[in-house]
């Protein structure tokens, strides 16, 4: 509740610095933002050379002799805005998976992604719809729904000097690392197509209200989910499924466990979830300090044996967060990471939710070779303390990524993906890009989990696959 | 009386001489003084502006493919740097994608880059060592697109040469650190008249050229010059890329928020 009252008071405290009061206005008028040029000392800046030859001169004319590129039309003033300013465009896409083990396709998925954004003045309206088929669900056994079409992002923006104000549904991503990203709260994973890459996992937009408040060097934002926003276990039948719910939900249908999922929380404002990050470029620096309370995005099960036998009864738990993220460019490399306290974090233990202090930190480093190879190499590690059920976990790991381009970028070959170092397994993905011309792109590769079929990515062995992937964009 | 026409005559004589000669040799007399760097200090000093915003649009012709990127550039000065925003409207994969630097005028200084990525909802910092990578695919590299310290090279004035009727001086740029560039030297025609370049080659390790840039369709425009037309093309010929700007506007108040990285969105 107090960071619930803190988020209040940063919103009215940005609209309050919005309101033109007449001091505000003076102000504004006297541009007394740092950085900006047309403060009243700004005309001293870029002032011309002793002897410039080049005074101003509206009456010279349109073009020069010797001129090799002279057009022979003078050139056009600005054109005037519309009432809105449309753009819009989107995507078709084919995302096909092939299991290697003899299992059939993981994905056949066929994609249309449409986007338009309308913008006035300040403000912006933001839509996009996605539609998608997925062929494979027929050779999944249980999963019924294949299409699907629906709202992916609807967001309204006012954007003004001192305030950012943002409402509607839509991704909203923090933190520095890659791949391994422990303060990236406010979006859950995608539980029906997790795996974006080797290294990236797509996320869910949800609905959502936020202020970005400009104070000085820093920036203040604060965002609020007014209903939560969690996972939902994918559908059954999903090679997605992780292996803790598969065992529960084949142990329900042999008939020895009932098997039971609280509602998610869905109380306005009070199973809401709140975020604030204070945030400034210093010295090269980018710093920004955050802070979330909210819902963790998996259920949690309880298990207890009743009259009718076993019960296991999912629910979702709140927990809080606090972090530190920084990036620094280093000469032709980028030094990144992440530290993040999760003071009160749930943990699933073999016979009921826990909670523990979990501690994670990511440190990562890459480096852009002169625009032909690229390298991203991270590291990271987790320290959850002990509870009554469960002793103390330390997990390490990394991530990576290593690129060659080739054809002033049209092609693109490498590795990427991430590894636990104890125990928990991998995912590596080997890539081949082509962009063929500004609408048509193509990458094939192949997906490989490995490890304990216990552990968080080895979970997944049975999804090992070739793929290939083709989009047209509009 | 005879002092003073003696002066008279003397002073006279003296101021003839000088007429002649400056006449005979003006221009060189007017410019001679003029050194390589301070050449390219009046080059940079054309754009007198505060802040300027335009439309650029590229097209790369490579082969039998035609490659299009729109582009809404925006920069402002500030007193220790210029802040440069790119945000691409076309090709339609990386629409959204904007550019953010920042620029020091002290060169020793790293310049700041970012980069937002619009389907991932995501600003990212990149370093210094994309810088030499191709500009979306262009023949143009990024450190082509952003503003270059005078003092990040050398400067040397080589001579004068008329190119397509246009009187210019000819400089070679060397760069003093030449690991943080993909050129080795470049050679310049500034136009003497207005202090704009008009043509440009870059040139790789030993001596190799490695692409030229000419640039023209010089415009006044509120005023201050600058080439609305840029066509760079490859050693071999086989790639080109034009950019043309469009809806170029100079000191239009700009708010500094616009150059935050946290305030990169859609």
Redesign the interface.
């Given at each position: 509740m107090r960071l619930a009252a803190l988020w209040v008071l940063v919103v009215v405290l940005g609209l309050g610095a919005l309101w033109p009061t007449p001091s505000a206005a003076a102000q504004n008028q006297a541009s007394s933002?740092?950085?900006?040029?047309?403060a009243a000392n700004?005309d001293q800046?870029?002032?011309?050379?002793p002897a410039?030859?080049?005074?101003?001169?509206?009456a010279?004319?349109?073009?020069?002799?010797?001129?090799?590129?002279?057009?022979p039309v003078?050139?056009?003033p600005?054109?005037s805005d519309s009432y809105f300013d449309l753009?819009g465009?989107?995507?078709l896409e084919s995302r096909n998976r092939l299991g290697t083990h003899g299992q059939g396709p993981v994905a056949l998925t066929q994609e249309a992604f449409l986007e338009m954004?309308a913008k006035r003045a300040a403000w912006?309206l933001?839509g996009s719809l996605k539609g998608t088929f997925e062929g494979a669900a027929h050779y999944w056994p249980g999963q019924r729904q294949a299409g699907r079409a629906a709202l992916h992002e609807l967001f309204l923006?006012f954007?003004?000097?001192?305030l950012?104000f943002w409402l509607g549904r839509?991704?909203?991503?923090w933190g520095?690392s890659d791949g391994y990203n422990p303060l990236d709260l406010i979006n859950p994973l995608d539980p029906r197509d997790p795996i974006a890459s080797g290294r990236l996992l797509n996320r869910v937009p949800q609905w959502q209200i936020g202020a970005?408040v400009?104070l000085g060097w820093f920036?203040l934002?604060a965002i609020a989910l007014p209903r939560t926003g969690v996972m939902v276990p994918p559908e059954p039948g999903s090679p997605w499924v992780p292996g803790s719910y598969r065992e529960l939900r084949q142990a329900r249908a042999q008939g020895w466990l009932a098997l039971e999922r609280r509602p998610v929380p869905a109380r306005w404002l009070k199973d809401g979830e709140y975020g604030l990050r204070l945030?400034t470029?210093l010295a090269?620096w980018?710093l920004s300090l955050m802070a979330y309370r909210g819902y963790w995005d998996e259920p949690l099960f309880r298990m207890s044996l009743g009259p009718s036998g076993f019960q296991a009864v999912g629910d979702y738990a709140r927990f809080r967060a606090y972090g530190l993220a920084w990036?620094?460019?280093?000469?032709?490399?980028?030094f990144?990471g992440e530290v993040a306290v999760k003071p009160d974090c749930p943990i699933q233990s073999p016979r009921d939710w826990e909670r523990a202090r979990l501690t994670q930190v990511a440190l990562g480093w890459?480096?852009?070779?002169?625009?032909?190879f690229y390298l991203n190499l991270q590291g990271f590690a987790e320290f959850q303390t002990q509870t009554a059920f469960t002793p103390r976990e330390d997990r390490q790991g990394l991530t990576y990524e290593a690129r060659a381009q080739w054809a002033?970028?049209?092609w693109a070959a490498g590795a990427r993906g991430q590894a636990y170092l104890t125990g928990e397994g991998a995912l590596t993905e080997i890539f081949l890009e082509w962009?063929y011309?500004?609408?048509w792109?193509f990458s094939g590769g192949t997906l490989i989990f490995s490890g304990s079929k216990e552990g968080a990515l080895g979970q997944y062995g049975a999804n090992d696959c070739l793929y290939l992937t083709a989009?047209f964009?509009? | 009386m005879n002092w003073s026409g003696s002066w008279l005559r003397s002073g006279l004589a003296w101021g003839i001489m000088a007429l002649f000669w400056t006449l005979s040799d003006g221009g060189s007399w007017a410019f001679g003084a003029l050194s390589g760097r301070d050449i390219a200090l009046r080059w940079e000093q054309v754009d007198n502006s505060q802040s300027s915003s335009y439309r650029a649009t590229s097209v790369i012709s490579r082969k039998s493919q035609s490659l299009t990127r729109i582009m809404d550039i925006k920069r402002v000065k500030t007193p220790d740097s210029e802040k440069q925003l790119i945000v691409f409207l076309e090709p339609p994969d990386v629409r959204g994608t904007s550019y953010l630097t920042w620029a020091y005028q002290d060169y020793r200084k790293d310049d700041d880059m970012w980069v937002f990525l619009p389907a991932e909802s995501l600003t990212r910092r990149i370093a210094g060592g994309a810088r030499k990578g191709p500009f979306m695919r262009s023949d143009y590299a990024l450190e082509d697109i952003f503003k270059r310290e005078v003092d990040e090279d050398t400067w040397e004035l080589l001579g004068e040469e008329n190119l397509t009727g246009a009187l210019c001086y000819r400089l070679e740029a060397t760069p003093v650190d030449r690991s943080a560039t993909n050129y080795a030297k470049k050679r310049i025609w500034v136009r003497q008249d207005i202090f704009l370049p008009t043509k440009v080659e870059y040139y790789g390790a030993k001596g190799k050229l490695l692409k030229t840039l000419i640039l023209g369709d010089f415009q006044n425009i509120q005023g201050v010059w600058l080439a609305l037309r840029q066509r760079m093309t490859g050693a071999d010929g086989n790639s080109v890329t034009t950019l043309e700007l469009t809806e170029v506007v100079f000191n239009e108040p700009l708010a500094a928020d616009l150059f935050q990285p946290q305030n990169l969105k859609r």
């Open positions: 933002l740092p950085g900006d040029p047309f700004a800046a870029g002032s011309a050379l410039a030859p080049l005074t101003p001169d509206l010279a004319p349109a073009s020069l002799p010797g001129d090799p590129l002279a057009s003078a050139p056009s600005a054109e753009s465009g989107g995507y954004t912006s933001y923006t954007d003004s000097p001192t950012d839509k991704t909203h991503h520095t970005l400009t920036n934002e945030s470029v090269g980018d990036a620094k460019g280093l000469g032709a490399g980028t990144r890459d480096r852009d070779f002169e625009g032909r002033l970028a049209a962009s011309n500004d609408h792109k989009r964009s509009f | -």
